[in-house]
């Protein structure tokens, strides 16, 4: 009888990147002279590129082409090797000062920035994550922000203008550092879904389900979609939801003037300077994926959610930065105290109302009446960032910022009169 010697089929998966097998990492790595996806593989300490890699008998992983659309048009960036760096140490500053040409944000927010591209990297050795936020009015830098940082971040994603639907795919596909513009999404359809990859974005283990069409169409299923990951978003103000918010390490745009050495354009050389600096991080990634992990305990100085979220960029920070890094997290928790020590709006509108006279109020007068009259009732001082949340955003009171101060506008004294009636302050006239 003849026998059957038949090879088994062999299967091709597209394969973004990631341990296929023990002791194995790869990266998808992009040469875009030679129009060419290659893998980087790293294994026992070594760097070697292969065009695919056989994980089975009968299965062999193989990179996106480089003709894939997202690639080609640069909505998704790759490193194009795996290059030797110093230090940890000397790749931040180099980080930084790539930053530091290309956009203006406050010393600070500069570190938190530069660990937080470093934290991308490795990203899928934590269980939780914080996102970075540039906030801000138009032309106050927001894009040139997420241009310059989204370039070294982890297989960053440039959504750009995008519907909600797109993401979820693109995310599950290559689960990379989402960057998106103007994230405060107009819509209500839009908002729900973004605000569920956001929600559930900054936890391992909490995928998105939405139904999808199968076969003729009549029947949908449900699909689990993985959108855990690092995010760099811009926004024009804040989230309604404070446990949103809470996950946001945020930079006010508007704070910053442009410095006179910046560029008013990026510079041709400035997309190879992020390409040579993702391939340093490429290395790092190989070389310290999963040898970070939170073990410092910082939930007797900060809030406990926001210990979770923030403490992985804190393992990575060195120690000359992370007090500085710290006291503005300790912030992000004090804020949260605040919310929960009663209502806040509205001490808000009584410390108005004590303070109200028809003229401009600076909205730091009514942080300072709020922390010596009421005191007793924070868990926290309320910090001016938190007031004027409650004040743009909550109470709908429009503001102007003038000689680096923002005040509440006089022409708001309608608004102000009925929130005095809403809430049940009452002014001399009329209580009399």
């Known amino acids: 009888m003849e026998q059957n010697h038949e090879k088994p089929k062999i299967s091709k998966i597209p394969y973004i990147g990631g341990e296929p097998v023990p002791g194995t990492c790869l990266e998808t790595v992009y040469k875009r002279a030679r129009a060419e996806t290659l893998f980087a593989m790293f294994r026992n300490g070594t760097v070697q590129y292969v065009p695919s890699f056989a994980s089975r008998d009968t299965e062999v992983l193989t990179p996106y082409p480089p003709t894939n659309n997202l690639i080609r048009n640069r909505v998704i960036l790759f490193p194009s090797a795996a290059d030797e760096y110093d230090t940890k140490e000397a790749l931040v500053a180099e980080i930084r000062s790539y930053l530091h040409r290309y956009v ?3 010393p600070v927010f500069e570190n938190i920035a530069a660990y937080y591209i470093l934290l991308t990297w490795i990203y899928d050795g934590f269980a939780t994550l914080p996102y970075l936020r540039a906030r801000g009015d138009f032309g106050s830098g927001k894009t040139r922000f997420l241009t ?9 994603i440039f959504a750009g203008a995008t519907t909600a639907s797109p993401l979820f795919r693109m ?11 103007e994230g405060d999404f107009r819509y209500s359809d839009e908002q729900s879904d973004i605000a569920k990859i956001l929600n559930n974005g900054n936890s391992k283990g909490f995928p998105v389900l939405r139904s999808e069409q199968a076969g003729n169409g009549k029947v949908f299923n449900p699909v689990a979609y993985t959108v855990f990951g690092p995010k760099v978003i811009a ?8 446990a949103l918010e809470s996950r946001f390490i945020s930079e006010d745009m508007g704070r910053n003037r442009p410095r006179a050495d910046m560029p008013l354009h990026l510079p041709e050389s400035f997309q190879e300077e992020a390409e040579k600096l993702r391939n340093k991080l490429l290395m790092f990634r190989f070389r310290n994926l999963h040898q970070y992990s939170v073990t410092e305990n910082i ?6 959610r926001i210990s979770q979220i923030f403490a992985p960029l804190l393992s990575v920070v060195g120690d000359d930065e992370r007090d500085e890094i710290l006291g503005l997290i300790r912030e992000y928790s004090a804020e949260l105290s605040l919310d929960r020590s009663g209502n806040i709006e509205q001490y808000v509108v009584e410390a108005i109302k004590e303070l109200w006279t028809g003229e401009a109020l600076p909205l730091k007068a009514i942080t300072m009446k709020l922390n010596e009259k009421y005191r007793d009732d924070f868990q926290e001082l309320a910090s001016s960032r938190r007031v004027g949340f409650v004040v743009r955003r909550q109470l709908n009171i429009r503001t102007r910022r003038r000689g680096g101060v923002f005040e509440i506008l006089p022409s708001e004294d309608g608004r102000i009169q009925a929130l005095f009636g809403r809430f049940g302050v009452m002014t001399e006239e009329q209580a009399g």
């Open 148 to 156: 310059v940082v989204g370039s070294l971040c982890f297989r960053a």
């Open 104 to 106: 203006t944000i406050s």
């Open 299 to 304: 939930e007797g100085l900060l809030e406990p």
């Open 235 to 242: 926004t024009r103000g804040f989230y309604d939801d404070p």
């Open 171 to 181: 995310l599950d596909s290559f689960r990379g550092t989402l960057v998106i513009d």
